[in-house]
């Protein structure tokens, strides 16, 4: 018997229209949430600017940018950069916006460093990914983030209690979130800052979306909600939309390397949901295409299998554009 996820693979692939291929390819005024460029061993910046500079898009929100300063301070010289590249192209530069990652380099957090973040002008304050104790439990993660392993030494899943040993947690013994992790996120909203919780636990997530949503605070999103560092299904995510969360759909999810079936992906769309939805690429390293490419291949999947023209462009623009907090200006009509 062949499985559900073929069969409907070829569905999808007779189903691409030319019209679809127009619409897939243009991606004006797409919007990344999630973008990885920092050099080294992931793409770099500038080239990510400018393949979505040439790809029309009208923003990139930088997880990860290029070393040389504090990312606020970087992000500015790298769009002064690409503005006098894309003149000298005669093409519309894209918005290049810094995050800030709380928890990398691994340490304690310091709410200082976090609101000089926000006074600087990052867009997106990560809750501790990779280096959350959540992660290194479900995953595992680099040796040097774990007391016992030599840094340059990939480590799997770890017990619970070593993760909480070597890990970042975000709630005190009662349960309740710690006073840094509320205060940051009451900064957050103040200052119009958009949130990711990062890899955290259940438990995490539950504390902080009480935070968000008894303060009314509508910028907060949880990344690549199908993949299995978190344990989610529809009547959840519904439950999170409730309280104000988005989700950051990404390339990742539906790569070889985390294989989420694109037709759950869908169903989740349709029925919670499109503007509670955004999209980004979470990619730019060997394994994963670039930051562009990335996006290009998440929206192919999408509505290929599915999603209407409306929905992307909610996902591409009009949501990740409110909980940023930009205006970008109503497609012209044909």
Not at 182 to 209: K, N, W, Y
Not at 284 to 312: F, N, Q
Request: aromatic share 8%.
């Amino acid at each position: 018997m062949v499985s559900r996820r073929v069969v409907s693979s070829y569905k999808a692939r007779y189903g691409i229209t030319p019209e679809i291929k127009t619409y897939i390819n243009d991606m004006t005024d797409a919007i990344d949430v999630h973008a990885h460029a920092r050099g080294v061993d992931e793409e770099e910046s500038l080239h990510a600017a400018q393949e979505a500079t040439k790809a029309g898009w009208h923003s990139i929100v930088y997880k990860g940018i290029r070393p040389g300063g504090p990312p606020w301070q970087v992000a500015k010289t790298l769009q002064e950069e690409v503005d006098r590249w894309a003149e000298s192209h005669q093409l519309r530069p894209v918005k290049c916006l810094p995050g800030y990652i709380i928890g990398i380099p691994l340490g304690p957090i310091e709410f200082d460093k976090i609101k000089a973040a926000v006074e600087g002008g990052v867009a997106i304050v990560w809750m501790p990914p990779v280096t959350s104790a959540w992660s290194l439990f479900r995953l595992g993660g680099r040796g040097a983030w774990i007391e016992g392993y030599h840094e340059d030494v990939p480590v799997g899943p770890v017990s619970w209690e070593k993760a909480l040993q070597s890990g970042m947690y975000l709630i005190e013994e009662h349960g309740k979130l710690k006073p840094e992790i509320r205060d940051t996120i009451h900064l957050l909203a103040d200052h119009d800052v958009g949130l990711s919780f990062g890899h955290a636990s259940p438990q995490e997530m539950d504390a902080m979306g009480e935070e968000v949503s008894a303060i009314g605070y509508t910028r907060a999103f949880i990344d690549h909600p199908f993949s299995e560092v978190f344990d989610f299904d529809i009547p959840k995510l519904k439950l999170w939309a409730t309280a104000g969360l988005r989700f950051a759909l990404t390339w990742d999810e539906l790569s070889p390397l985390l294989g989420v079936d694109p037709q759950d992906m869908v169903a989740a769309i349709k029925e919670v949901g499109a503007e509670h939805f955004m999209l980004s690429s979470d990619a730019g390293i060997p394994l994963l295409p670039d930051t562009v490419e990335a996006y290009r291949l998440l929206s192919v999947a999408l509505r290929a299998y599915g999603v209407t023209e409306d929905e992307m462009r909610t996902m591409r623009t009009e949501s990740p554009a409110k909980m940023l907090g930009i205006k970008v200006a109503e497609p012209v009509a044909a």
